[in-house]
């Protein structure tokens, strides 16, 4: 059952046993678990649709490609969830892992991982001379694989100790690496190529500003969780689109029972704790309150003690984006200037752009002294190559192909004083650092819209705040947390009994995972 987007009236009941603060694909799986269970629920969510920013549209007028707008590869889903919800909802392994071109002496080449052990092993010898750096990697990619087989699983438990967590992956070598010094030391000590420390160490800066030495690990536990997905590391394309995910678990939690009312936006959370709490919303005709047993919300940390009436944390720094988001649609691939190897299999991967290891020290310290890297960090994902569905026959048939770019190093701040302005610099400067490698200027492959412009969209992390309420553009809500301690046994457990933080930001959230809403269900069932 869906409410009207403008109705405040007709839920099926007065006092619900979950209502549900966000329709994002976290707040969905929560609805669906529950539901599935019995219990009465209803989702409120703000926008006209479901989804949040795990969503598939199409952004350019008239053109009929569907993409995944905002997040864009899946790696932290469980296959639990997938199994436990009936989703129909596939992924697709892309063949090549990643691609980074360089020049070195005049001459173009490119860094290529996939396409088979010996394959790999070649181009890392074309590169650096010899097998030594290639060995590194396979070692060090060993331990990270092994680490993945055992804490995964850990993500769908009761939130383990710190202790617990350490006997667990039982080795100390990886957990001293991991968990207790900075990234960049087990870097810098593997890897003696500056191009390959830099691939090593992109996991670590999605969605996180940090330095490798930064002292607050923040960039060891972004890294983590790239690379503990699924138990292998493994990040792969949602066959559809993102957007085929979050239908299908709307789907389930429709066909649970759950209630789903978009254009329904909460605006307070009032509860003592013991009786049911009453959740405030407005829609476009007015306002109405409904009363739930239990709350879940399906948002940032911040906008929880917004809803509750309670200031944020004075001590904890406000949460604050630092990537660039692009998607384009291309009449063709550009050609390479590396003719060693195919623009289909080199951008079928990651395509690391600008992620040399001094390039991205330098690109930090540019930023953290408040300038726009000199030389901006990207890397890019063309979805189409393996999964063609998301566009149109027609397009298919043209030969088009999407390109989503993930800028690194960009924090809001860069952005607060012209917005539109340093978004068109930096969009120029980013697709220079591309154009480098290519053939041909990138602007030259670019479709049209139904309107004659280009089919190029950027968001900054403003963007994303003003679109989908990100604290700061922050993906990830807020800095990720290790997945051991916190509130309660499965970290989603707030300082009211009947409030449940199911988002990015509890405990073993981030990514497109539905891990926090998972475990708010457990947690609401007694689990």
Same mark, same amino acid.
């Given at each position: 059952?869906?409410?009207?987007?403008?109705?405040?009236?007709?839920?099926?009941?007065?006092?619900?046993?979950? +209502?549900? +603060?966000?329709?994002?694909?976290? /707040?969905?799986?929560?609805?669906?678990?529950?539901?599935?269970?019995?219990?009465?629920?209803?989702?409120?969510?703000? !926008?006209?649709?479901?989804?949040?920013?795990?969503?598939?549209?199409?952004?350019?007028a008239g053109?009929?490609?569907?993409?995944?707008?905002? &997040?864009?590869?899946?790696?932290?889903?469980?296959?639990?969830?997938?199994?436990?919800?009936?989703?129909?909802?596939?992924?697709?392994?892309?063949?090549? &892992?990643?691609? %980074?071109?360089? $020049?070195?002496?005049?001459?173009?080449?490119?860094? !290529?991982?996939?396409?088979?052990?010996?394959? %790999?092993?070649? &181009?890392?010898?074309?590169?650096?001379?010899?097998?030594? $750096?290639?060995?590194?990697?396979?070692?060090?990619?060993?331990?990270t694989g092994r680490l993945a087989g055992r804490v995964f699983p850990t993500l769908t438990e009761p939130l383990p100790t710190r202790a617990e967590l350490r006997a667990r992956i039982d080795d100390e070598q990886a957990w001293r690496m991991l968990f207790e010094e900075p990234l960049g030391r087990a870097v810098e000590e593997r890897f003696a190529d500056d191009l390959v420390r830099g691939v090593v160490l992109t996991d670590a800066l999605i969605g996180t500003f940090a330095d490798a030495h930064d002292a607050s690990l923040a960039q060891n536990r972004c890294f983590l969780y790239h690379v503990i997905g699924g138990g292998t590391g493994d990040w792969d394309v949602p066959v559809g689109g993102m957007g085929a995910l979050t239908d299908a678990l709307a789907d389930?939690?429709?066909? /649970?029972?759950?209630e789903i009312a978009t254009g329904h936006e909460a605006l307070r959370i009032h509860t003592d704790g013991t009786s049911p709490a009453e959740?405030?919303?407005?829609?476009?005709?007015?306002?109405?309150?409904?009363?739930?047993?239990t709350v879940l919300v399906n948002a940032s940390p911040r906008a929880l003690a917004e809803l509750l009436g309670e200031e944020p944390d004075p001590v904890v720094r406000p949460p604050e984006g630092a990537q660039f988001k692009v998607n384009m649609l291309l009449r063709r691939l550009p050609r390479l200037r590396d003719t060693s190897v195919d623009p289909r299999e080199a951008?079928?991967?990651?395509?690391? @752009?600008? $992620?040399?290891?001094?390039?991205?020290?330098?690109?930090?310290?540019?930023?953290?002294?408040?300038?726009?890297?000199? +030389?901006?960090?990207? $890397? @890019?994902?063309?979805?189409?190559?393996?999964?063609?569905? @998301?566009?149109?026959?027609?397009? #298919?048939?043209? *030969?088009?192909? %999407?390109?989503?770019?993930?800028?690194?190093?960009?924090?809001?701040?860069?952005?607060?004083k012209?917005?539109?302005?340093?978004?068109? +610099?930096?969009?120029?400067? #980013?697709?220079?650092?591309?154009?480098?490698?290519?053939?041909?200027? !990138?602007?030259?492959?670019?479709?049209?819209?139904?309107?004659?412009?280009?089919?190029?969209?950027?968001?900054?992390?403003?963007?994303?705040?003003?679109? !989908?309420?990100?604290?700061?553009?922050? @993906?990830?809500?807020?800095?990720?947390?290790?997945?051991?301690?916190?509130? *309660?046994?499965?970290?989603?457990e707030t300082e009211h009994p009947n409030v449940l933080l199911c988002g990015a930001g509890a405990v073993r959230g981030g990514g497109v995972s539905g891990i926090p809403g998972h475990n708010a269900a457990m947690a609401l069932l007694g689990r």
């Amino acid at each position: 059952m869906t409410a009207d987007a403008g109705s405040s009236r007709g839920f099926a009941h007065d006092v619900y046993d979950a +209502v549900i +603060v966000g329709g994002g694909h976290n /707040g969905l799986v929560a609805a669906a678990y529950l539901a599935r269970a019995g219990r009465s629920v209803l989702v409120l969510e703000r !926008l006209g649709h479901t989804g949040g920013a795990a969503v598939s549209t199409r952004p350019f007028a008239g053109v009929d490609a569907r993409l995944s707008r905002y &997040s864009y590869l899946v790696s932290l889903l469980p296959g639990k969830i997938v199994r436990d919800l009936g989703l129909r909802f596939r992924v697709r392994r892309r063949t090549v &892992s990643s691609y %980074t071109p360089f $020049e070195r002496d005049g001459r173009p080449g490119g860094l !290529l991982v996939g396409g088979g052990e010996d394959r %790999t092993r070649e &181009s890392f010898a074309r590169l650096t001379g010899s097998d030594r $750096e290639y060995e590194a990697w396979r070692a060090f990619y060993a331990t990270t694989g092994r680490l993945a087989g055992r804490v995964f699983p850990t993500l769908t438990e009761p939130l383990p100790t710190r202790a617990e967590l350490r006997a667990r992956i039982d080795d100390e070598q990886a957990w001293r690496m991991l968990f207790e010094e900075p990234l960049g030391r087990a870097v810098e000590e593997r890897f003696a190529d500056d191009l390959v420390r830099g691939v090593v160490l992109t996991d670590a800066l999605i969605g996180t500003f940090a330095d490798a030495h930064d002292a607050s690990l923040a960039q060891n536990r972004c890294f983590l969780y790239h690379v503990i997905g699924g138990g292998t590391g493994d990040w792969d394309v949602p066959v559809g689109g993102m957007g085929a995910l979050t239908d299908a678990l709307a789907d389930a939690a429709r066909a /649970g029972g759950a209630e789903i009312a978009t254009g329904h936006e909460a605006l307070r959370i009032h509860t003592d704790g013991t009786s049911p709490a009453e959740v405030a919303f407005r829609t476009a005709t007015g306002e109405g309150t409904v009363a739930a047993r239990t709350v879940l919300v399906n948002a940032s940390p911040r906008a929880l003690a917004e809803l509750l009436g309670e200031e944020p944390d004075p001590v904890v720094r406000p949460p604050e984006g630092a990537q660039f988001k692009v998607n384009m649609l291309l009449r063709r691939l550009p050609r390479l200037r590396d003719t060693s190897v195919d623009p289909r299999e080199a951008f079928s991967g990651t395509f690391h @752009i600008a $992620e040399g290891y001094e390039q991205l020290g330098r690109a930090h310290a540019e930023a953290a002294a408040g300038e726009l890297p000199s +030389v901006p960090p990207s $890397e @890019i994902y063309c979805h189409s190559l393996t999964d063609p569905t @998301i566009l149109g026959p027609e397009l #298919t048939a043209r *030969g088009c192909q %999407t390109l989503t770019l993930f800028g690194l190093h960009t924090p809001a701040r860069l952005f607060e004083k012209d917005n539109r302005q340093t978004r068109e +610099v930096l969009l120029t400067a #980013t697709l220079a650092q591309l154009d480098a490698h290519l053939a041909e200027p !990138l602007t030259d492959c670019l479709a049209f819209d139904a309107d004659g412009r280009p089919c190029i969209e950027a968001k900054t992390p403003l963007d994303l705040e003003q679109e !989908l309420r990100l604290p700061g553009g922050h @993906i990830f809500h807020r800095d990720l947390s290790w997945p051991y301690g916190g509130p *309660g046994r499965w970290g989603v457990e707030t300082e009211h009994p009947n409030v449940l933080l199911c988002g990015a930001g509890a405990v073993r959230g981030g990514g497109v995972s539905g891990i926090p809403g998972h475990n708010a269900a457990m947690a609401l069932l007694g689990r």
